[in-house]
């Protein structure tokens, strides 16, 4: 093969499909003798924390099967130096969607001083087998879906949402999950220039009528100002005592960028009615500020928008939860800390779900925090908008979850005061002439609206269990107990 141009692609190839195909044969046509690198089952699930449907042994017979395929070889390393180190290729093929993403920047460098040419192909544009997971049910398409309500009401009371996919409350209704960009496409960035890039790559041009979901915080008003001029932003107020109003803060964003304010104001009895129409779509519980989302999405779509851009993430990926991030926990701290509502408090035959936080353990007492925070909790925040926006048919977009730190969270920093602190930088930017907003929760008035309820009736509850309770963790209870009953409807 000397005097032949060798050519050489890898992915996973997971439930085939026309894009890999179309990979396969552009990539062919490009060189004379194509090997094609299967990712093995192991590979996949150390950096996409997934795992695969189809196993390696199915995947790579499937590839080798291929007409323009010439060698099928097991990959168990994303460095391609190692692979070329084995196959001596001249020209390495990937898709035109990781162009300009800094790891193929970087390969691209390492590739041109070993004399290999880095082709990007046309990316076949509607289809990945992360969609044809999601069309077949959120990746729970393959598994064998038990029903376990102990598991699932103890997960949701610990996290708000249940964290085993092959587990569900009720039979052919898988719950759904927020779609989290896998952390290899990621971008890292070391300053406020880089986000402002981020951004602008994600938001221009715009796809079809763009909204924007703004609070009274920095994140979303970052995002606000890069919306065009009178672009729709939406704001929501609940009715109650003891609420946050943030309409004013996010008024004042709107008239910098001259954007149209539009105010949705969210009712005990308009909370209710989304709690119900938002449950079943959920396969499980709503996240307690999932019915304000939710309310909002529906303006949206009735004011003709396609997609909402909305700022969740920076929080997670930039050094926002300032409570979680306070010290160096030990283990067991910090899931008393985090866990909302402990199941033993308030359910008679509470499951054990602590593999939840034991992934997250270090040596013998400590915990990495800091990834259960871009795990777990990203994972449960996140999807109390995006279900919402997915239940009324909305697209959405969070620039921030394209990002991240490219260089380890200076916790220090994050201590002193500065969270987020090239966020911070970037809403000085623009934003100079106004002071950088706290952060916000999305405020609802839960002590107010539960302050009368008597807790819950059924019979898989600890009779008097509310007492001590939160308006929030009583909230938390009361949307379990109510999607329980709705399922038997």
Same mark, same amino acid.
């Given at each position: 093969?000397?005097?032949?141009?060798?050519?050489f692609t890898a992915g996973v190839f997971d439930m085939f499909h026309i894009g890999h195909l179309n990979l396969l044969k552009n990539a062919a046509a490009r060189c004379d003798y194509l090997i094609v690198g299967v990712n093995s089952d192991?590979?996949?699930?150390?950096?996409?924390?997934?795992?695969?449907?189809?196993?390696?042994?199915?995947?790579?017979?499937?590839?080798?099967?291929?007409?323009?395929?010439?060698?099928?070889?097991?990959? %168990?390393?994303?460095?391609?130096?190692?692979?070329?180190?084995?196959?001596?290729?001249?020209?390495?093929?990937?898709? %035109?969607?990781?162009?300009?993403?800094?790891?193929?920047?970087?390969?691209?460098?390492?590739?041109?001083?070993?004399?290999?040419?880095?082709?990007?192909?046309?990316?076949?544009?509607?289809?990945?087998?992360?969609?044809?997971?999601?069309?077949?049910?959120?990746?729970?398409?393959?598994?064998?879906?038990?029903?376990?309500?102990?598991?699932?009401?103890?997960?949701?009371?610990?996290?708000?949402?249940?964290?085993?996919?092959?587990?569900?409350?009720?039979?052919?209704?898988?719950?759904?999950?927020?779609?989290?960009?896998?952390?290899?496409?990621?971008?890292?960035?070391?300053?406020?220039?880089?986000?402002?890039?981020?951004?602008?790559?994600?938001?221009?041009?715009?796809?079809?009528?763009?909204?924007?979901?703004?609070?009274?915080?920095?994140?979303?008003?970052?995002?606000?100002?890069?919306?065009?001029?009178?672009?729709?932003?939406?704001?929501?107020?609940?009715?109650?005592?003891?609420?946050?109003?943030?309409?004013?803060?996010?008024?004042?964003?709107?008239?910098?960028?001259?954007?149209?304010?539009?105010?949705?104001?969210?009712?005990?009895?308009?909370?209710?009615?989304?709690?119900?129409?938002?449950?079943?779509?959920?396969?499980?519980?709503?996240?307690?500020?999932?019915?304000?989302?939710?309310?909002?999405?529906?303006?949206?779509?009735?004011?003709?928008?396609?997609?909402?851009?909305?700022? %969740?993430?920076?929080?997670?990926?930039?050094?926002?939860?300032?409570?979680?991030?306070?010290?160096?926990?030990?283990?067991?701290?910090?899931?008393?800390?985090?866990?909302?509502?402990?199941?033993?408090?308030?359910?008679?035959?509470?499951?054990?779900?602590?593999?939840?936080?034991?992934?997250?353990?270090?040596?013998?007492?400590?915990?990495?925090?800091?990834?259960?925070?871009?795990?777990?909790?990203?994972?449960?925040?996140?999807?109390?908008?995006?279900?919402?926006?997915?239940?009324?048919?909305?697209?959405?977009?969070?620039?921030?979850?394209?990002?991240?730190?490219?260089?380890?969270?200076?916790?220090?920093?994050?201590?002193?005061? %500065?969270?987020?602190?090239?966020?911070?930088?970037?809403?000085?930017?623009?934003?100079?002439?106004?002071?950088?907003?706290?952060?916000?929760?999305?405020?609802?008035?839960?002590?107010?609206?539960?302050?009368?309820?008597?807790?819950?009736?059924?019979?898989?509850?600890?009779?008097?269990?509310?007492?001590?309770?939160?308006?929030?963790?009583?909230?938390?209870?009361?949307?379990?107990?109510?999607?329980?009953?709705?399922?038997?409807?």
């Amino acid at each position: 093969m000397q005097d032949k141009i060798i050519g050489f692609t890898a992915g996973v190839f997971d439930m085939f499909h026309i894009g890999h195909l179309n990979l396969l044969k552009n990539a062919a046509a490009r060189c004379d003798y194509l090997i094609v690198g299967v990712n093995s089952d192991e590979l996949v699930q150390s950096y996409k924390d997934k795992k695969t449907i189809v196993p390696l042994t199915e995947r790579m017979e499937i590839i080798r099967q291929i007409k323009y395929v010439d060698e099928v070889i097991r990959i %168990d390393s994303l460095d391609k130096k190692k692979s070329w180190e084995m196959l001596h290729y001249d020209r390495l093929f990937i898709g %035109d969607d990781w162009k300009g993403n800094p790891r193929w920047k970087k390969t691209e460098e390492e590739m041109a001083e070993l004399g290999v040419k880095v082709i990007y192909l046309p990316h076949t544009d509607g289809t990945s087998s992360t969609l044809l997971r999601d069309r077949l049910g959120d990746d729970n398409w393959g598994m064998t879906m038990k029903v376990d309500k102990e598991y699932c009401m103890s997960s949701y009371l610990t996290v708000r949402y249940v964290h085993r996919k092959d587990k569900v409350f009720k039979e052919g209704l898988p719950h759904r999950e927020h779609p989290s960009v896998p952390q290899e496409k990621k971008i890292p960035c070391f300053s406020a220039e880089d986000i402002d890039g981020v951004i602008k790559r994600f938001l221009s041009p715009p796809t079809g009528q763009l909204a924007v979901f703004l609070s009274g915080g920095m994140d979303s008003a970052i995002l606000a100002s890069y919306m065009p001029k009178g672009t729709r932003a939406y704001t929501a107020r609940c009715v109650g005592t003891g609420t946050i109003d943030e309409t004013q803060r996010a008024a004042e964003y709107c008239k910098t960028y001259g954007l149209e304010h539009i105010i949705v104001d969210v009712t005990w009895e308009d909370y209710l009615q989304a709690m119900k129409e938002l449950a079943l779509h959920d396969g499980s519980p709503i996240v307690p500020n999932e019915p304000q989302a939710y309310l909002m999405a529906k303006r949206a779509k009735a004011d003709g928008v396609d997609c909402i851009v909305y700022g %969740d993430c920076a929080d997670t990926e930039f050094g926002g939860m300032t409570k979680l991030l306070a010290k160096d926990w030990d283990y067991d701290g910090f899931v008393e800390r985090f866990t909302f509502l402990d199941p033993k408090r308030v359910m008679k035959n509470p499951a054990n779900v602590s593999e939840i936080y034991e992934a997250y353990k270090k040596g013998k007492d400590g915990i990495d925090f800091i990834s259960f925070i871009a795990g777990p909790y990203a994972v449960s925040a996140a999807g109390a908008l995006t279900n919402a926006m997915d239940a009324v048919g909305l697209k959405f977009i969070d620039p921030y979850e394209h990002c991240c730190l490219g260089e380890p969270l200076d916790l220090a920093r994050v201590r002193s005061g %500065d969270s987020k602190y090239l966020i911070r930088d970037l809403f000085r930017l623009r934003y100079p002439n106004m002071e950088v907003p706290e952060k916000l929760p999305m405020s609802r008035p839960a002590d107010t609206w539960m302050k009368d309820w008597e807790g819950p009736h059924r019979e898989e509850f600890l009779p008097g269990c509310i007492e001590g309770l939160t308006g929030e963790q009583k909230l938390l209870l009361f949307s379990l107990e109510r999607f329980m009953d709705l399922m038997e409807v």
